[in-house]
């Protein structure tokens, strides 16, 4: 039986050659010191993603999966692997800065009732991303996708909250999500019915109806 880890990194990919040496370059020097896994699930891409993998980065353990199974399965598929107390969700073109995981890790241990925390993401130009969110109907997470200037797209984005302080949020991206362990045994996971997209603000919706707060901090950031 392996040794329980501090943290376990989940990256799903799918085609993400372009991404992939950049993301896991910065990643392995933001866990240089820290107790850790990397698990990459691979959804069956047809470039040389998992080449790429296995030639620079050996000690990332390959999940390899023959169909394209969505993000929300393929998370789960490593689930059942990883060790560690805390998992971070990470999408293949998120760039960590160094000290933005043992800053997180340290706010979350100190607050027990936190069961997900996101750092701010910023775009290359590092202007900010706004990747917390209200919970929305349908029509209006699709308004805000394709309309995000709209009255509607303001509130569902939250563009009428200071993002430059720590709050509790209904949910954020999936692209970089620490979630505690605990949190997936008591909600089981990620919901698969959800192919692509909205997998994560339904696990957050679940997370806090069992309880756990859902956090974003400003002090931390990632290149997203």
């Known amino acids: 039986m392996r040794r329980r880890k501090t943290l376990s990194v989940v990256i799903v990919s799918y085609n993400s050659r372009r991404f992939l040496y950049a993301c896991l370059t910065k990643?392995?020097?933001?866990?240089?010191?820290?107790?850790?896994?990397?698990?990459?699930?691979?959804?069956?891409s047809r470039d040389d993603s998992v080449s790429i993998v296995k030639t620079y980065f050996p000690q990332v353990r390959?999940?390899?999966?023959?169909?394209?199974?969505?993000?929300?399965?393929?998370?789960?598929?490593?689930?059942?692997?990883?060790?560690?107390?805390?998992?971070?969700?990470?999408?293949p073109d998120v760039q960590v800065r160094a000290d933005t995981l043992r800053g997180l890790l340290s706010y979350i241990e100190k607050h027990p009732h936190i069961g997900i925390l996101t750092c701010k993401l910023l775009y290359p130009d590092g202007s900010l991303q706004y990747s917390c969110r209200r919970y929305p109907s349908l029509l209006v997470h699709f308004i805000g996708i394709l309309f995000p200037r709209s009255q509607l797209a303001r509130h569902y984005l939250m563009l009428d909250e200071d993002h430059s302080h720590i709050q509790e949020i209904d949910w954020s991206l999936g692209a970089f999500l620490l979630i505690r362990k605990e949190v997936f045994q008591q909600i089981c996971g990620f919901d698969e019915r959800f192919f692509l997209y909205f997998e994560d603000g339904d696990f957050c919706r679940r997370a806090k109806k069992a309880g756990w707060n859902i956090v974003y901090t400003p002090h931390y950031s990632a290149i997203h």
């Open 27 to 44: 990643l392995m020097d933001a866990l240089s010191s820290l107790d850790h896994e990397i698990y990459l699930v691979d959804n069956h």
């Open 62 to 91: 390959l999940i390899r999966n023959t169909k394209n199974l969505g993000f929300g399965s393929a998370c789960n598929k490593a689930l059942s692997h990883v060790q560690g107390d805390y998992v971070l969700f990470l999408n």
